[in-house]
Each structure stands twice: as structure tokens, then as C-alpha cells.
């Protein structure tokens, strides 16, 4: 099923996700319908109060394909870091330069509940990064300068 997408500033983009306790059946169709609309939006990430529910659940863009990762935590942070252009699905035709850790290595429970340990770099860990700040409330306006986000009246 194709969800709704929420754009800024819809308030949900600013609340924090509880964790899932169980990964039900309920949650593995959430992480399908979020897969088919994000494919539908041409995405490559996709965080759940982006589709108006408050849970710890993400999709990544990997390089097999599409996957939905549960109560996703980072472990640890390349020191080294990368400039790149993001979009995001709540804010259509926004693009911005940010910041953010080259590597990263992650612990979550994939789609079908089981515990997984991930170690991305480049495109997916930029991807991680920006769903998993999504789960916190805190969007990519937030990673640029002051200066910045007041010259694009955000
Ligand atoms: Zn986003």
C-alpha cells in the first residue's frame, strides 16, 4: 500500500519514535507499505514519521536494494567525514550540502525481526544517518549553518 507522505512542516517531522518492542505483523507491513512508497516517490530512504508513524523503523536504499531496518542504533562514526547534496521526501525540491560521517556502523533488527550489524560507507551510511535523524525529530535543515537556513527562509 502507497502511504501518504508528510512534508514540512507537518509536526510529526519534529516528534521522537519509540522503540519497537516486538516486530509484529503490523510492523512488518508497515515496513512493506513504507518499501513500495518509497519506490513510488523514487526515494532512497525512508523514515516511519515520514509516513505518520512514530516508530523506530527506517528504509535504506542498499546496493541489493530496498531495506527496512527496526530500531536502528549507530554504534560508531568514521572520524573522517564528507560533503554531499541530499534530498529528502518531506521536502520536495530541496537540496543541501551536509555534512556527516563517511562510514558508520549499525545494529538493528531487519525486516523480519531478526538482529543484523552493518558496516556502510558512502551512500547508505549517508542514508542511515539522515533516517535515523528523522526518528529524533531532527530533519536536514537542522545540519546546515544558521546563515544558511535563514537565506532559504527555512
Ligand atoms: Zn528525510
Given amino acids: 500500500m502507497i502511504l501518504e507522505i508528510k512534508k514540512f512542516p507537518a509536526p510529526i517531522l519534529r516528534k521522537k519514535c519509540e522503540g519497537v518492542k516486538e516486530v509484529t505483523g503490523e ?32 528504509i535504506v536504499q542498499m546496493e541489493k ?5 527496526i530500531n536502528p542504533k549507530i554504534l560508531k562514526k568514521t572520524r573522517e567525514t564528507e560533503i554531499m547534496e541530499e ?15 563517511k562510514g558508520v556502523e549499525i545494529e538493528a533488527l531487519d525486516g523480519a525481526g531478526e538482529k543484523v550489524k552493518i558496516k556502510a560507507e ?10 535515523i535523524d528523522h526518528l529524533d525529530g531532527i530533519l536536514f535543515i537542522d545540519r546546515i549553518s544558521f546563515w544558511q537556513r535563514l537565506k532559504l527562509k527555512l
Fill in 27 to 58: 510492523i512488518k507491513n508497515l515496513g512493506w507499505d513504507m518499501v513500495e512508497t518509497m519506490e513510488e516517490n523514487e526515494g532512497i530512504g525512508l523514515a516511519a514519521p515520514q509516513v505518520g508513524e512514530l516508530k523506530r523503523v527506517i
Fill in 122 to 131: 558512502g551512500l547508505p551510511a549517508r542514508i542511515f544517518q539522515h533516517e
Fill in 65 to 69: 536494494g530496498p531495506e527496512v531496518f
Fill in 87 to 101: 534530498g529528502c521526501l518531506s521536502f520536495p525540491g530541496l537540496f543541501l550540502k551536509i555534512k556527516r560521517a
